[in-house]
C-alpha cells in the first residue's frame, strides 16, 4: 500500500520537475489543461526517481485515472439510480485493476472479491490498506444468513488455513458521506 501512494507522489515529483509546476495533488496536475495527462504520460516514459521506475510510475497514473475518471462517479451514479447491475460491473472493474495495476492485494482477498459475486453478491471488493485487509460483499438483506454460509465454504474449500482466522459478518450500510459540523 505504502509504495502504491509513494508512487503517487512520484508522479507529481516527476511532474514538478519536468514543467516547474507547483501542484501538490495528482488530481490537480491531471486537470491542469486538456492536455495534461497526454504531457504526463510522456514525461513518465523518461521518469526515473530513484525509488520508482517511469513504467512503475505509469503504470499507477493508469490505476489513478480509471478509478478517479471512469468507474468512481459513474458507480455512484448506478448506485444512486438502484442500477446494482452495472455498481456490480463498475466494482468488478475498480477490483480488477486494483489487482492489475495497483499490485495491492493478495491471493486471498482477490478470491473473495471473487467467490461473493459467485455467491450472488450484487457487488465485492477488497478494501483497507491491502496486502491483506478485507472484502465487502453487497447483498440483500433477506438471505444474508445463507450468503454468509456459501461464500465461507467456498473460501474454506480454496483457502483452509486463512479460512480458519477469517471472520465472515453482516452489517448494515453507514451514513453516505458528509462533512462534520463546526
Given at each position: 500500500y505504502n509504495r502504491a501512494s509513494l508512487r503517487v507522489g512520484g508522479i507529481v515529483e516527476a511532474?514538478?520537475?519536468?514543467?516547474?509546476?507547483?501542484?501538490?495533488?495528482?488530481?490537480?496536475?491531471?486537470?491542469?489543461?486538456?492536455?495534461?495527462?497526454?504531457?504526463?504520460?510522456?514525461?513518465?516514459?523518461?521518469?526515473?526517481?530513484?525509488?520508482?521506475?517511469?513504467?512503475?510510475?505509469?503504470?499507477?497514473?493508469?490505476?489513478?485515472i480509471a478509478e478517479?475518471?471512469?468507474i468512481i462517479v459513474p458507480a455512484g451514479d448506478a448506485l444512486a439510480a438502484g442500477d446494482l447491475e452495472g455498481f456490480g460491473r463498475l466494482v468488478d472493474r475498480s477490483q480488477e485493476l486494483t489487482d492489475s495495476l495497483l499490485g495491492n492485494q493478495v491471493p486471498?482477498?482477490?478470491?473473495?472479491?471473487?467467490?461473493?459475486?459467485?455467491?450472488?453478491?450484487?457487488?465485492?471488493?477488497?478494501?483497507g490498506a491491502g496486502f491483506g485487509g478485507s472484502v465487502w460483499a453487497l447483498i440483500e438483506e433477506e438471505g444474508s444468513a445463507a450468503f454468509l454460509e456459501a461464500w465461507a465454504a467456498r473460501y474454506a474449500a480454496v483457502y483452509p488455513e486463512a479460512a480458519s482466522r477469517a471472520r465472515f459478518f453482516t452489517t448494515q450500510a453507514g451514513p453516505a458521506a458528509f462533512e462534520p459540523e463546526g
Open positions: 511532474w514538478r520537475q519536468a514543467t516547474g509546476g507547483e501542484e501538490v495533488y495528482l488530481a490537480d496536475v491531471l486537470a491542469g489543461g486538456p492536455d495534461a495527462t497526454d504531457r504526463l504520460r510522456q514525461i513518465l516514459q523518461e521518469a526515473e526517481d530513484g525509488s520508482f521506475t517511469g513504467a512503475e510510475l505509469a503504470q499507477r497514473l493508469e490505476h489513478f478517479n475518471e471512469e486471498e482477498t482477490v478470491a473473495l472479491a471473487r467467490l461473493a459475486r459467485e455467491c450472488g453478491a450484487a457487488a465485492a471488493s477488497a478494501f
